[in-house]
Every structure is written in C-alpha cells, then in structure tokens.
C-alpha cells in the first residue's frame, strides 16, 4: 500500500534541550510548542517486494550517507513493529529549511512515521504515533497534533509515558508566527551534538533545567487566558536561557550570526514602539517572531527590512497529521 501524510513543522515556545536517554530520546525536561501551518512536509512511503535496500528521496534527490542511515534505522523500527522484511520507497517533499534551526525533523520524521505505519497497515492512535515518532526526532512527536502541544518527558524508562499532549487546537487562538530567514546553510553543529555538548559540559545546564517547570506551567496559564504579553515573555526568556547554556559548554559554541542578533534587537524595538511582539530560536541561527493578527503587516514590513533577511515567511497555526 502507497501512502501519502503532511505533517507540519512545531516552533518550541518552552524548549527541548537535553536527553536523558540517548537511544529512545527520553528528554530531560517537558516542552511546549506551536504547530505551524506555513512549514511542512509530504511524505509518501510504500513497502516493495523488488527493493534491495530502502531509496529515499527528499526534494527530487536521492539521499545517502549519513541522512540516509537515519531515515533506514528508523524504518527497521517501524519494520518491527509489523514483522515485515520489506524494504521501503520514501519520496519526500520539505517545504522547510533543511538543518537551519526550522525544526525539519520534526515535521519529516512525524510525516514519514505517519506515512510508513500506515503503509504497512499498523492502527495506531495519535498517543501510540507519538511514541514511535519520537524515537525518529524527539521534537516530531509534537507535529502529530495541531496548536499549542506539550511533550510530556516521561519518567519511566521504557519511554510509555514519554509523548506529545495537545493542549490548544489549531482553532483555539490565532496567535503569528514570522520565519525570518537569514540563511538555509547547514549550521555547523547538528542538534544532536550540541545538545550532548551542552549536557556533558555547561555549568548553566542545571539552572536551565531547574527553571523549566515554572516556564511550563506558565505558559500553560497564558494560553489558557490567551494572554499574549505573558506567552511572548516567557517563551522569549526561554529561548534566552537556553542559548546560554550553550556559552558556557566545553568548547562554547552559539548558533546565532550577527545577523540574528539585527532581529532581536529589531523584535525589541517593535515592543518599544508599543507593538507586541517576541522572539523565539531553536538551534540554529534564524529566528522565528510570535506576533497578534493585527500587528502583521508592521511586523513582517520591519523584519524585511533588516540587512541579510532574505525571506519572512508568515505562519497561523497549523493542524496535526493528514493523509492526502
């Protein structure tokens, strides 16, 4: 069976920073995200009798190495559950930054976890789909639901109680999102290895994780009195804090380029200028601006102006899994 899933990219508003176990990318602290409709991708994946090995293909290319290793251990997952030995045809098309700090993976491997298991005729339900898409990008397991989602870390080991909650539906608050794009450059520390960096090394580390609980539940009370001023402060720190603790790892490393730091500032004047507006980064070096309806075209005609901004790309919020 062929079968197609567009899975959307989640923006961190309370971020994932740090695994407690590294195999089934248990984390160390519970998250927040907003799904996001402008960012997507479209997987479709079928299981063939006549292939050696599996082919996938992102954006018209055939992909090998590294990206390709990920993609086929993940699938032997998937495989296992079905107790199948058939290789899978994977044809993907990302409409989201590769490797840039635009959570790709999020939106890639919840698209292909939503794709394969359903290719191979496995009922699971949208907690059982978490499960299994963390295990591909932990951040994925949030893109298999709309709106504001939490990731709840979990404290068994197995993982069981390890997954995406939704909080808010798409529908609930129209809170903005702007993709500032300042570079599609693969940035040169992965995720994955800063995040271990950061762990292992950083002094910071343990403030961060102190802090979290009390952003969390914070920003759970703003969304629920949809106060934005409080969700944008408190997702802004956040964001602050953990790009600190990056400083301080052993080497220090920063995901922000200059002109990152022309955003924030540009953000903050906004603020001043008595238009409410907010900063997020995930790991990389572009920025991403939570906004209200009725401050759009002020935000995205300040954000384009900035030097070195070669796109903004404006986001409502967006739906969980659908199959085309």
Not at 115 to 133: F, M, R, V, Y
Not at 179 to 187: C, D, P, Q
Not at 257 to 278: C, K, N, W
Not at 286 to 310: F, G, M, Q, R
């Amino acid at each position: 069976m062929r079968v197609t899933a567009k899975a959307h990219t989640n923006i961190a508003l309370i971020k994932y920073w740090g695994k407690r176990n590294e195999k089934l990318i248990l984390p160390t602290n519970s998250s927040l995200s907003l799904t996001l409709d402008g960012f997507y991708t479209v997987t479709t994946t079928e299981f063939r009798d006549d292939l050696s090995k599996d082919v996938f293909i992102l954006n018209g290319k055939e992909v090998e190495g590294e990206a390709y290793e990920r993609v086929s251990s993940y699938l032997d997952l998937i495989r296992s559950y079905s107790k199948t030995e058939r290789y899978a045809h994977i044809d993907s098309t990302n409409e989201v930054p590769t490797a840039a700090g635009f959570a790709s993976s999020a939106s890639g491997f919840a698209a292909l976890a939503a794709s394969a298991t359903k290719a191979l005729g496995l009922q699971l339900d949208d907690k059982e789909l978490s499960i299994l898409t963390r295990q591909g990008s932990g951040s994925a397991c949030r893109s298999i639901y709309g709106g504001f989602v939490e990731w709840q870390m979990g404290e068994k080991e197995d993982g069981s109680d390890s997954y995406g909650v939704p909080i808010a539906s798409e529908n609930y608050w129209d809170v903005r999102m702007a993709g500032v794009v300042l570079t599609a450059k693969t940035k040169k520390v992965s995720s994955r290895s800063g995040m271990k960096r950061t762990v292992d090394t950083s002094p910071y580390y343990s403030g961060w994780l102190a802090s979290v609980p009390n952003d969390l539940e914070n920003i759970k009370e703003a969304i629920r009195e949809k106060d934005f001023e409080k969700l944008g402060s408190i997702a802004e720190s956040n964001c602050l804090k953990m790009h600190a603790t990056t400083l301080a790892a052993n080497p220090p490393f920063t995901y922000w380029l200059d002109s990152t730091v022309r955003v924030m500032h540009a953000v903050q004047q906004l603020r001043e200028e008595g238009i409410p507006a907010y900063f997020t980064i995930d790991a990389g070096p572009n920025v991403k601006v939570l906004y209200l309806p009725e401050s759009e075209a002020k935000v995205a005609a300040a954000l384009k102006s900035i030097p070195d901004v070669t796109d903004v790309i404006l986001s409502k919020p967006g739906p969980g899994i659908t199959y085309l």
